[in-house]
């Protein structure tokens, strides 16, 4: 066989981690009777990546304390304790070091933080007043943020609205409600829960979602009313996609035609999966019908907005036609859909 031809050895690949990361080396030996006899030439080592939890530890810092002593001419109003000077922390008492400020992700999102996060690592769980006291700590920072992004989302030409409820314990007093853009409302609610004894209101939390901008904007309001989203988007000249609350359907009416409604096909196609026990036949003709809608939507997101009209006249135009063909049709009619019906 020529000489050229001879196979050559398998390339040995490199599997060594980056030199950056810290090792900790460990020899695995033969045991010490196996080894008489035998010399050593070598080691061969297969390197593992480990991951280490974070760790929480308390650090105790202790302020020493000096008392003056008694004396005569000492003046009154003169503190008897003295202590070094405790420094500003986070929350009251310094209770955090500044590594767990980053429990601010907790706060902004709760549900979706990454493994890599600190906090997540950590297996700590802040409480309610815990986030609370966060909040109201850095409240001066965020303001900003939100004040800047709320602008900044309604310049989308399409923003998507929704809101879930949340309980909001009802307060002693009403509070000061001076600088908030909507004190009537708010102040009207609050009076109304403090003198009937209620422990609580129903409040909603909206967030208004821009759809080709990566932005998130929230708003709180004591009351599922319309005077949320239109103060939000008091200024928005666009589309606004929701469910078919009475509030937004006449947006497009009190804005004098800046904003578009547009109903949301997800809130639809979830009420129709709703009712799928009682009525299988009906609710999968139905979602097979909206589901080719979203298939085209998949084929033609990548593409811009001119081109993605153009396809959706095309394509997706006949389909809410034939929606409303099945919605007339028998198998939608009484009796084997009754008008009064959760589906009906």
Known sequence: MPADSQPKPPRKSDRKFPDHLPRIERIVDLPEDRREGLKLIGYDEIETL????????VRVNKYAKYVQPVEKNRVDDEPSIISPERPTGLVAGDRFDRCRSHCLETLLSPAVLPPSSPVAGSDWTP????LANIESSVEFALRPLAERLRPFLKTDACV??????VVLITPQAI??????????RIGEVLEKAIASGKPSIQANFWGYYASRLPVVAFDFTVSRHRDGPGDV???????????????????????????????????????IDERRIAFPIQVAKLKSLIRMLYG?????????DAVRLSWRQCLSR???????????????SSPKVLPKSNLG
């Not at 480990?50 to 530890?57: A, F, G, H, M, V």
């Not at 998507?160 to 409820?165: E, F, M, V, Y």
């Not at 937004?248 to 639809?268: E, G, M, N, P």
Request: with cysteine; aromatic share 6%; charged share 30%.
């Open 233 to 271: 988007l008091a200024d928005y000249e666009g589309t606004l996609l929701g469910d078919c609350w009475s509030g937004l359907q006449k947006i497009d009416v009190r804005s004098d035609s800046r904003i578009t409604f547009a109903a949301c096909w997800a809130h639809a196609r979830r009420k």
């Open 50 to 57: 480990e991951w280490i939890r974070p760790e929480l530890r």
């Open 296 to 304: 085209i939507e998949d084929q033609i997101k990548d593409l811009n």
């Open 175 to 184: 509070p000061g409600l001076s600088n908030h853009p909507r004190p009537e």
């Open 127 to 130: 409480s309610r007043s815990t």
């Open 160 to 165: 998507d609205c929704d809101d879930t409820g």
């Open 318 to 332: 006949h389909v809410p036609g034939l929606i409303d063909e099945h919605l007339r049709s028998e198998t939608m």
